[in-house]
């Protein structure tokens, strides 16, 4: 069997569909005795071996096989170490999970305090070089006998799981590896969290589980950098039985979600077992197993995915607005080679952008691009992997999450530009567009993606979507439309267009989790149907009339004539025998074909109606009286105000009125 057979560079774990099988959660299973500190994660590393006859080279394996492991490298790396590039890995978990202080404690750094609320505001990258790896896991090396020859780790710290998304180009992926980080406090999983394992899982990216913040379990004795289990053994029996069950009861909360895991010392099968840290990353405790075992796997497992290629990768995460210089995009550099004076075609909201690179700014090693540190913008060129800041002229429209080309003599401009616009031409085609709908406003190409597929599978109509800051323009735009309704998902807004959605009846949703939003939305969306509703509840009497009949099914779209009262959107309305017909959804004047809001009587107007499962001409005809049915409250209030007697004695006559009946 092959290398590839193996060890396939990519995850298999997969959400399983029964969750009650496949992992055993006892006492056993968590044995956390350092004496036994002998990963399986050996058993899924391959074992260099000289290449040899096929017959003499299986000889050989089988002889490994029964030899004691100790005289061979458990983790040698079979690609030669100078042909590797540094990993991208990606922080993934709930806003206040703790994924912002791991890569403080990496850089001495404290970067959260300085956040909002605790909480990632934009994307950083952090470079960890190969010599602080060796520092931090030091210890843990010499029990595992590991060599590093990763050159690094690139970290991404995300504001939330959709930030993911704008990492994945198409199926080729940008980030290697994951870890998703959670509570050890989380009675259930944050929906933050489902939607990060969702993405991990769909996308076939290996992720490891963080159980962070055990450092809270009660009468935790503070410990500092020292490795997990090192850790454990300076509490009392007690608290160590408590991490324990802690431990055991998340992993339950995987399992009920459908990711069997088990503590990374003791996995069989890495592709279909998540492995596990607990750790306190405030304190360091747990954080040399968290970079050892990422490290390891990377440099084996996907040794192959990280070949250095020549092809240029390079993925826009953000536009930034810096004094002195104007607009700068930070940029993912996965692959191949940027320079100082390369021309760049970068998508953009109005279309291609063509634009030069006037200079690279490159953060200190172990600092991050956000963190306001001091850049060196002397570099004339750098190599992958980094993240870096690109100054270039017309940065203002580019679209955040989209690629990054390189022109040269040698390339067609006009398929550079059709394959840069690619992603964002798609949306316009694959998602539907409704006049009707809300705006939709993200941060990133990937957000907005991730948020639009969202909403379409929710069935929310969408009228319009951009990217970046919601400005006046975004806000007029939508008051033109019937829903006044704008969804900001990690974007900020613009002082003048809070106070012109204000003044023109535009209402303005914002988060930074999908989920809050659409329940944001579907709570202003029942306040305005409540209000409609409302006002809608006025009696009518109409007359189908058979000779204007553009639609007979699903919806019914027929003429009417207005005898008594009024109608308006969403009026509900009922044959005289009290069979629901459905509700109006659009309303035109039968003569001028203006559409209108509400019509009264002795107008003719043609409805459009919705909801309902009667056909024309085979459940109601010609001639037919409808109405809108009212309970005793709403005629008896209709009543006390309505000086149209005739229209009440109408009412009655047509539906045998029972006024004492609760509904009418």
């Known amino acids: 069997m092959s290398f590839e057979e193996q060890h396939p560079t990519t995850s298999r774990l997969s959400i399983s569909e029964d969750t009650s099988m496949s992992l055993d959660i006892s006492e056993d299973s968590d044995s956390w005795e350092f004496e036994e500190f002998v990963s399986l994660l050996q058993e899924n590393m391959p074992v260099f071996v000289p290449m040899l006859d096929q017959q003499e080279d299986l000889d050989i394996v089988n002889d490994v096989a029964a030899n004691d492991r100790s005289f061979i490298s458990r983790y040698e790396c079979l690609e030669d170490p100078d042909r590797l590039r540094a990993p991208v890995i990606c922080v993934l978990g709930h806003v206040d999970a703790g994924k912002t202080s791991l890569l403080d404690i990496l850089r001495n750094t404290n970067i959260q305090a300085n956040e909002a609320r605790g909480i990632t505001q934009q994307i950083g990258a952090t470079f960890i070089p190969h010599d602080e790896i060796e520092n931090v896991t030091a210890g843990l090396r010499k029990v595992y006998d590991f060599e590093l020859k990763l050159p690094g780790l690139l970290f991404i710290d995300t504001p939330g799981h959709e930030s993911f998304s704008n990492m994945r180009q198409r199926g080729s992926s940008l980030c290697d590896f994951a870890i998703l980080i959670i509570d050890v406090s989380d009675e259930e999983l944050k929906q933050q969290t489902i939607e990060s394992i ?23 004795k503070p410990i500092f950098n020292l490795p997990v289990r090192e850790a454990v053994e300076h509490q009392e029996p007690e608290t160590g039985s408590k991490l324990k069950r802690q431990s055991r009861r998340i992993r339950q909360l995987l399992r009920k979600n459908g990711i069997n895991s088990a503590p990374y010392w003791k996995i069989n099968d890495l592709q279909d077992v998540a492995p596990v840290v607990p750790a306190a990353v405030r304190d360091g405790v747990g954080i040399s197993d968290i970079i050892l075992f990422s490290t390891m796997f990377c440099q084996t497992i996907l040794s192959r995915r990280l070949i250095k290629k020549d092809k240029l990768e390079c993925n826009i995460m953000e536009v930034e607005i810096l004094d002195g210089l104007g607009p700068t995009v930070d940029v993912i550099l996965t692959n191949g080679k940027l320079k100082r004076g390369d021309k760049l075609v970068l998508c953009g909201l109005n279309g291609p952008i063509l634009t030069s690179i006037r200079s690279i700014l490159v953060p200190e090693d172990m600092k991050e691009m956000k963190s306001g540190s001091k850049y060196n913008s002397h570099c004339k060129e750098v190599e992958a992997v980094c993240g870096v800041k690109l100054w270039a002229k017309n940065l203002e429209e580019v679209v955040s999450g989209s690629s990054v080309f390189v022109y040269t003599k040698k390339d067609s401009l006009e398929v550079l530009k059709t394959l840069v616009m690619e992603p964002l031409s798609r949306l316009y085609t694959r998602i539907p567009i409704s006049s009707s709908g809300v705006h939709v406003q993200c941060s990133t190409l990937g957000s907005l993606e991730a948020l639009l597929e969202y909403l379409n599978n929710r069935s929310v109509a969408v009228g319009s979507f951009s990217i970046g800051r919601v400005n006046v323009r975004h806000v007029k735009k939508c008051s033109a439309s019937s829903r006044k309704t704008i969804l900001a998902f990690d974007v900020d807004i613009h002082k003048q267009a809070r106070k012109y959605a204000y003044e023109n009846g535009v209402t303005i949703l914002q988060s930074n989790v999908i989920y809050d939003l659409l329940e944001q939305f579907k709570s202003v969306l029942q306040l305005q149907r409540n209000f409609v509703q409302a006002k809608s509840s006025s009696p009518v009497i109409l007359s189908a009339l058979d000779q204007y009949v553009q639609r007979r099914y699903k919806p019914i779209i027929i003429g009417f004539n207005i005898e008594y009262g009024r109608v308006n959107l969403e009026t509900i309305l009922y044959l005289s025998d009290g069979t629901k017909i459905g509700r109006v959804t659009a309303i035109k004047g039968l003569d001028d074909n203006i559409a209108l809001e509400s019509a009264n009587y002795p107008n003719r107007v043609v409805l459009k109606i919705e909801e309902s499962e009667l056909v024309f001409g085979r459940d109601m005809f010609g ?19 309505c000086e149209e007697m005739k229209l009440i004695h109408a009412y009655r006559k047509c539906l045998k009125m029972d006024i004492n009946g609760d509904s009418l």
Do not use: H, M, Q
């Not at 969702?198 to 935790?220: C, H, M, Q, R, Y």
């Not at 809108?628 to 105000?641: E, N």
């Open 198 to 220: 969702e993405l991990l899982v769909a996308s076939g990216t290996p992720f490891l589980v963080v159980i962070n913040k055990i450092d809270t379990i009660p009468n935790w």
């Open 623 to 641: 001639g037919d009286r409808c109405y809108s049915k009212l309970c005793k409250r709403d005629f008896l209030r209709f009543k006390a105000v």
